[in-house]
């Protein structure tokens, strides 16, 4: 394998573990792949319950309106022994807008009921391609106006709630803080967007790094992205709420805190946006860590660079949460 | 993508990942990470808690990478029953407790050779130097500082030696024991290739055969500053060399034609013995495993391969039977059978040229690791 463009080494713990995952995962998702990918994953909500059980957690499953009034579900995750009112963070949950279902990532929500005593409310949103934009942003965002409206009911300190999510989760809690600020909706005390997908537009130095390498590569995103928006993909006519990268105007959102790795697609996009809400006079923590791949927090998390990520991030809740 | 993979968990308790763990260890050792590193890596592998006791301080990861705090008790050694291996200065084990898994001896033992070359690369052994004048993609000018800093003449002929990098239990450090005899001095390191990890030995010209053991390859003569080359001959001739597993046959090629001067899977392997057949080699490498003759050979099983090993080598159809314990009618007999399936015959003079070539290529293709 030749290897003409330059890209950021990965770092030599995070590449021992992409040669142990180098048969378990194609290098490109083509859209042919999404019924596979889509089956080989676990079914939904396989394991969940034991782990919430071993955990200590309590998961209540309610049917809302999403997007245009259909039902969508959330579950609502919180201790079983939590009485009165606290923080809130609610969870859009990542896998490319292909895939993937409200529990991808739990093990970091996990930390964040027990160690904040957090109640988390996330959301079954709809998937592309069948269910192609605006439907995931829009049922993202009537997830979290259900969510401030029963925030009393829910235990949710309304002053206290915050959005979180990784990766495509990344991209459309972006867009869900969008809509909420340009459509008066719920107040949101800070925006966790973890390597978020937010650019469609295939043009970033980071995005022709990672291409045929690494995890969620060039041509898995441009899977992702076509999915979602179709022939709409890179032209004029898509939306900020889809792809926040696009937006113009960053001013009046809630905090920031943006992470990534330095050999990632989304590596410049996120730095980018960072860099937009600073210029709109935004507060935003960017950490960008050397030789990660995608999702390496998840993928390894012994290893002291996705100790470190996930360290940073809950420090950042636990400021912006007053805990 | 997390979604489909989830989190990296430990090896299957019951089956053999050998490859798995020799490549996790291959990557963090040239990455050049640090002890702690190489901790969690045998700790998630094993599932369990991975320790190691160097310069009498006691050291511990879990498997989710966190650092666990030595024993109460401040015992610097592992319990007895956990897989467990020496390494230069002290131990390294894993906590297994109950039955122990398929991987446990495999995992435990490239943790101490990698903490013995981390320690090693740390404990300023010019090795860094080394690993720059056998580096190809530096400038002559880099290449010749480092041979100031290791006293090496850019002008004087050496000869590199290439050893698999497991050789030597705990001994990484010193090149008298990394198997190298006779020449306690001799600059070494451990250099990260294609083939895994390998140690490098820099040799003086003549009369290098006798100072070191096999396995090895030993890479052609080359001026102090055109060492890369005499590297890159020796990593071939590594891979070259006979290996017992291949057949006994083996041997037969080794001493009869001259190509090694030793037939088992310690053999040292001279590239200066292989003159241009080497250059063909090289050239031929990296559309070896779509010649029509190494295909023919690739097919055969390993007796067979025994067989043709010794006709190609031997005076004789009937000398061949002896060393092969065959009657020497049946032998004729299987001799004209394989002359039609390889379409040549390998006792003829272009017949040799071309099974001498074939067979040096199947090495090459068969077995790509050096160590």
């Known amino acids: ?323 | 993508m997390q979604e489909l993979v989830g989190r990296l968990t430990a090896l299957d308790p019951e089956a053999s990942e050998t490859l798995k763990v020799v490549a996790y260890f291959d990557v963090l050792v040239g990455g050049g990470v640090g002890l702690q590193a190489l901790l969690r890596g045998a700790a998630l592998l094993s599932g369990t808690v991975a320790g190691a006791v160097v310069a009498g301080r006691t050291h511990r990861a879990g498997p989710d990478g966190a650092r666990r705090e030595a024993p109460a008790d401040g015992g610097a050694d592992p319990h007895e029953g956990w897989p467990s291996r020496p390494v230069d200065g002290g131990r390294v084990w894993i906590e297994r407790e109950g039955r122990p898994h398929a991987n446990d001896d495999m995992v435990v033992e490239r943790l101490a050779l990698a903490v013995d070359l981390v320690r090693a690369r740390h404990d300023g052994e010019p090795a860094g130097s080394l690993g720059v004048v056998l580096d190809a993609t530096r400038e002559v000018a880099e290449r010749r500082t480092a041979l100031a800093r290791l006293r090496l003449d850019p002008a004087r002929e050496y000869r590199v030696a290439a050893l698999p990098a497991s050789r030597g239990e705990a001994g990484a450090r010193s090149a008298g024991r990394s198997g190298v005899a006779g020449a306690p001095g001799a600059p070494s390191t451990v250099v990260a290739t294609p083939y895994g990890l390998v140690r490098a030995v820099v040799l003086g010209r003549a009369g290098s055969e006798a100072e070191v053991f096999g396995p090895a390859g030993i890479g052609v003569a080359r001026p102090g500053d055109q060492l890369p080359e005499s590297f890159r001959t020796a990593l071939l001739a590594l891979r070259l060399r006979p290996r017992r597993d291949s057949g006994r046959g083996d041997q037969g090629l080794g001493n009869n034609t001259g190509l090694g001067n030793a037939g088992h899977d310690d053999a040292v392997f001279d590239a200066a013995d292989l003159g241009v057949t080497l250059a063909a080699v090289s050239a031929l490498e990296p559309v070896a495993a779509q010649q029509p003759d190494v295909v023919a050979l690739a097919r055969l099983d390993a007796r067979t391969r025994a067989v043709l090993d010794e006709l190609a080598a031997a005076e004789s159809v009937r000398a061949a039977a002896t060393v092969l314990g065959m009657h020497h009618s049946t032998l004729q007999v299987r001799h004209d059978h394989l002359t039609t399936e390889l379409g040549y015959d390998p006792r003829s003079l272009p017949g040799r040229a071309r099974f001498l070539l074939a067979r040096l290529l199947l090495r090459l293709v068969e077995d790509g690791s050096a160590g």
């Open chain 1, 1 to 323: 394998m030749t290897e003409t463009v330059k890209r950021p080494p990965f770092d030599p713990e995070l590449e021992a573990v992409l040669t142990l995952l180098s048969d378990q995962v194609p290098m490109s998702i083509t859209p042919e792949m999404i019924p596979l990918m889509r089956q080989a994953a676990p079914a939904p909500g396989v394991g969940v319950d034991d782990a919430l059980t071993a955990a200590g957690i309590v998961r209540r499953d309610v049917t809302i309106p999403g997007h245009d009034g259909d039902e969508i579900e959330v579950s609502v995750l919180s201790r079983q022994d939590r009485t009165g009112v606290g923080p809130g963070i609610y969870y859009t949950h990542g896998g490319g807008m292909i895939m993937g279902d409200r529990f991808v990532g739990l093990d970091l929500l996990l930390g964040w009921i027990d160690d904040f005593d957090a109640v988390v409310v996330t959301v079954e949103y709809r998937l592309a391609p069948e269910f192609p934009d605006p439907y995931p942003v829009r049922d993202c965002y009537a997830g979290l106006v259900w969510t401030a409206e029963h925030a009393a009911e829910l235990g949710i300190d309304p002053d206290r709630l915050i959005i979180a999510g990784g990766s495509a989760g990344g991209g459309l809690a972006a867009g869900t803080a969008l809509i909420a600020r340009d459509e008066s909706g719920p107040a949101l005390a800070g925006q966790v967007l973890v390597y978020p997908m937010l650019d469609d537009r295939d043009q970033t130095v980071s995005t022709t790094q990672i291409d045929g390498v690494g995890v969620w590569d060039r041509g898995s995103n441009r899977t992702g992205w076509s999915a979602l928006l179709g022939d709409r993909r890179g032209t004029d006519d898509v939306s900020v709420y889809a792809a926040p990268a696009r937006a113009t105007d960053l001013s009046g959102l809630p905090p920031a805190f943006i992470d990534c790795g330095s050999a990632e697609v989304f590596r410049d996009e996120d730095v980018a946006y960072a860099s937009a809400l600073w210029a709109a006079g935004v507060q935003a923590e960017l950490h960008v860590w050397p030789g990660g791949f995608h999702g390496f927090d998840i993928m390894a998390p012994h290893t002291v660079l996705a100790r470190s990520m996930r360290a940073a991030r809950d420090s950042w809740i636990e400021r912006t949460l007053g805990i």
